[in-house]
Nanobody, 124 residues
């Protein structure tokens, strides 16, 4: 079992920045890839970023590419999502997710564990 705890969400003006953190507890000795997802009201959960176990491979969809950066510190069992130049359309609940193995997936259904989510609200 792995438990994920997210933090860092909040209110920010358009153009501002936030850094989200996700700390993993439990069987963290196992290798796992991580993903960040977001879900806005009335919309499907959207893949935001992925990172493999070593941190050597990351992926971002076009909607956030160039603005968001995912990183991880396996010693601290923590994954980060640095968000910059935020837009109102970035407003959503952001979730981190873990999947056993070295490779991330864009599909939410591939992930084994999820955090509770943290609200990010971007005002215009």
């Amino acid at each position: 079992q792995v438990q994920l705890a997210e933090s860092g969400g909040g209110l920010v003006q358009a153009g501002g920045s936030l850094r989200l953190s996700c700390v993993a507890f439990g069987r963290t000795s196992s290798r796992y890839a991580m993903g960040w997802f977001r879900q806005a009201p009335g919309k499907e959960r959207e893949f935001v970023a992925g990172i493999n176990w070593s941190g050597s491979n990351t992926y971002y969809p076009d909607s956030v590419k160039g603005r968001f950066t995912i990183s991880r510190d396996n010693v601290k069992n923590t994954v980060y999502l640095q968000m910059s130049r935020l837009k109102p359309e970035d407003t959503a609940v952001y979730y981190c997710a873990a999947v056993y193995g070295s490779t991330w997936y864009a599909s939410q259904y591939e992930y084994d564990y999820w955090g509770q989510g943290t609200q990010v609200t971007v005002s215009s």
